[in-house]
């Protein structure tokens, strides 16, 4: 089955660095990737998507690769705040592109002033 | 534009108890998914839930069950809890004029089993 790993160690940057979070999957190549926000004792929030045949996508300060021979996804936060300070999702479709969402455990970002 | 919305907030039930937990999707959406995220994990999916019907399944027991309803709103049932089942139950959204694959999800239900 398809495995997810992220960052369990939280990640402290300094405010106005760019912070760089790493999506690792073992097995099949998704048909797409996605990165959600979630801060505590709250639902996650959709930030990202990116498709297999795609290999970068930006929004505003974000910025998501997706690397299907390394089987590696990074998401990018340029010149971070302290209110970019949360849980980073990353998600794969399940097989057969179902709809359903395989999430990583989450990688903690805290930026500091 | 209401987003998606779950009942109750928090939840205390204790062991062998039932649950039912509820959801409305955001307006426009027709399918309806269920996660259940443990304290540090990422969100497990459970069910999903399209046009009445269970469509997709995690793996997860047969003592979670689910229904939806033709205005779209969605229930979880949790029957015999164990301490295990405590965790946040969050319910997603998708489908209409959004992408389908892209997810709003609620704030959750926090179930705690004593």
């Known amino acids: 089955s398809q495995k997810i790993e992220q960052n369990s160690e939280a990640l402290n940057i300094q405010e106005g660095k760019t912070a760089t979070l790493t999506c690792n999957y073992t097995?099949?190549?998704?048909?797409?990737l996605q990165w959600y926000r979630q801060d505590p004792g709250r639902g996650p929030v959709f930030l990202l998507l990116i498709r297999e045949n795609e290999k970068e996508k930006r929004k505003e300060r974000l910025k998501v690769t997706f690397d299907t021979t390394l089987k590696q996804s990074l998401f990018h936060i340029t010149a971070s705040q302290p209110a970019d300070s949360a849980t980073y999702l990353c998600?794969?479709?399940?097989?057969?592109?179902?709809?359903?969402?395989?999430f990583g455990q989450g990688t903690t970002l805290q930026v500091k002033p | 534009d209401a987003g998606v919305t779950q009942s109750p907030t928090h939840l205390i039930k204790t062991r062998g108890q039932q649950v039912t937990l509820r959801c409305s999707p955001k307006s426009g959406h027709d399918t309806v998914s269920w996660y259940q995220q443990a304290l540090g994990q990422g969100p497990q999916f459970i069910f999903q839930y399209y046009e009445e019907e269970e469509r997709q399944r995690g793996n997860f027991p047969d003592r979670f069950s689910g229904h939806q309803f033709p205005n779209y709103s969605s229930e979880l049932n949790v029957n015999a809890l164990l301490l295990g089942d405590s965790a946040l139950y969050l319910c997603?959204?998708?489908?209409?004029?959004?992408?389908?694959?892209?997810?709003?999800f609620g704030s959750g239900t926090q179930l705690s089993v004593l």
């Open positions: 097995n099949y190549s998704p048909a797409y």
């Open positions: 997603a959204s998708s489908g209409g004029q959004d992408l389908n694959e892209k997810l709003f």
């Open positions: 998600a794969l479709d399940g097989p057969g592109n179902t709809g359903k969402l395989i």
